[in-house]
């Protein structure tokens, strides 16, 4: 990891990148830079990753037989649907997020040319 960790702060200061003296963003890129498709589908299928999962559906459920309630009732006020909805997608976003989506998340700041974990090993490193 240390030798990642020096490839990306060189990576990120050849590119003049404002993110290098981020500790918390090194953090992240660091652990982004280690973590491959088979660990993140190894944390995705953890079984207190998936009582997690379970539970973001779960809410999204009950949020959803509120607002049907709410509408039903005739007391679903726009401001609060809005928020609703709004609360609903986050939570279907977390439950569904994969490496990928997390990977395009960082693509402006991860730097061009740095090797994801599974090309790394492919290369033999």
Known sequence: MKSIDGELAKRLREA???????????????LLA?????????????????????YLHHSRIEALLNLMAQWESGGLVLSEEHALRGRLQALHDAAETQLTDIRGH????????????????????
Request: proline share 14%; net charge negative; aromatic share 10%.
């Open 16 to 30: 003049g990148h404002p993110m290098v003296d981020r500790p918390e963003i090194r953090r992240q890129l660091l």
């Open 34 to 54: 280690e973590t491959d498709p088979i660990q993140f589908n190894l944390w995705r299928n953890h079984p207190v990753t998936e009582l997690f999962l379970r």
């Open 106 to 125: 960082y693509e402006g700041v991860y730097p061009p040319g740095m090797p994801w974990p599974e090309d790394r090993k492919k290369d033999g490193d």
